[in-house]
């Protein structure tokens, strides 16, 4: 079973910029398509960024397009969400996930505890 541990996460101003890490456990990571979703408190999980197993492709909405960059370094088992001009409606906490297959539109179904970001405005 792979662990994924989120890190980063805090209190930024609108505008700012903040960055996430999550590292996973084991051997396979670099089969396997990565993803950040985040949730805030009375709102469904939106899926905010993907990357497929190469980093050749990658997936945002449009809530986040132009503003969250995600990437990962497989040397180090680990897939980042670089997030820029932060908006209080950012304000969530998110996750980090693995999918089961090498694309981010495959389901998705290890997930970490979770970091809180919050955008104050």
């Known amino acids: 079973q792979v662990q994924l541990v989120e890190s980063g996460g805090g209190l930024v101003q609108a505008g700012g910029s903040l960055g996430l890490s999550c590292k996973a456990s084991?051997?396979?990571?670099?089969?396997?398509?990565m993803g950040w979703f985040r949730q805030a408190p009375g709102k469904e999980r939106e899926f905010v960024a993907g990357i497929n197993w190469s980093g050749s492709s990658t997936y945002y909405p449009d809530s986040v397009k132009g503003r969250f960059t995600i990437v990962r370094d497989d040397a180090k088992n680990t897939v980042y969400l670089q997030m820029n001009s932060l908006k209080p409606e950012d304000t969530a906490v998110y996750y980090c996930a693995k999918s089961y297959g090498s694309s981010w539109r495959d389901d998705f179904g290890s997930w970490g505890q979770g970091t809180q970001v919050t955008v104050s405005s």
């Open positions: 084991g051997r396979t990571f670099n089969r396997y398509a």
